[in-house]
């Protein structure tokens, strides 16, 4: 054998034996499957967080929606509007635990019109989860509309003058409202958010 082959087989005392590699490739992949881990949940919780968020801002903008109207309702300038559909006052028309239907002299003209949003009616769906807004119910300009989908949970509760719950509607001084929405979280779970208001009358 040459001294050529002799050298080409010479074990190299700076390289790496099998032992070795191995147990560097087992410390490489037990910190890759940390760092895996650590991503993956980070990941899902960070796809949680948007569902919450999701679920939250869906219900805020149902209360945005029905507060600003519901705190007008029975506004009559004039003092003694006329409504051409349903006769009586101006103000509350029906209050159940799921749907709220007033009227407002928006345009103070002393007659509720089919314009100005002057008749308005928010109404639960449990069977579909929706919250929808009708517009001039019960005329020819009626108009329903979805304003959010993912309503788990709806409640209104009416309010007289001292804070007691009650189902007399010229009584009613203020109205409470609990809507429970949902968002989707990382596995696909349904994740829900509650948000409860008062909405003190106006008028």
Do not use: W
């Amino acid at each position: 054998m040459s001294n050529k082959v002799r050298r080409l087989l010479r074990v190299n005392p700076n390289g790496f034996t099998l032992i070795e590699v191995m147990i560097t490739l087992a410390i490489s992949g037990i910190v890759m499957g940390a760092i895996y881990g650590i991503f993956i949940s980070s990941s899902q919780s960070h796809r949680t967080q948007e569902g919450v968020a999701d679920a939250q801002q869906r219900a805020r903008v149902g209360l945005d929606f029905m507060v600003r109207n519901i705190r007008m309702a029975g506004l009559d300038p004039s003092g003694n509007g006329i409504d051409p559909i349903e006769g009586g006052t101006v103000g509350i028309k029906q209050a159940t635990p799921a749907i709220i239907r007033f009227t407002a002299d928006m345009d103070m003209n002393g007659t509720i019109d089919e314009a100005n949003d002057e008749r308005l009616t928010y109404t639960y769906n449990g069977a579909n989860q929706t919250l929808s807004q009708i517009r001039y119910e019960g005329t020819a300009s009626e108009s329903p509309q979805t304003l959010i989908d993912m309503v788990s949970a709806m409640t209104f509760a009416y309010l007289d003058a001292n804070d007691a719950v009650t189902a007399n509607l010229p009584d009613i001084r203020a109205v409470t409202i609990s809507i429970t929405c949902q968002g989707m979280g990382a596995r696909g779970q349904l994740l829900t958010r509650t948000l409860n208001t008062r909405v003190n009358l106006r008028n």
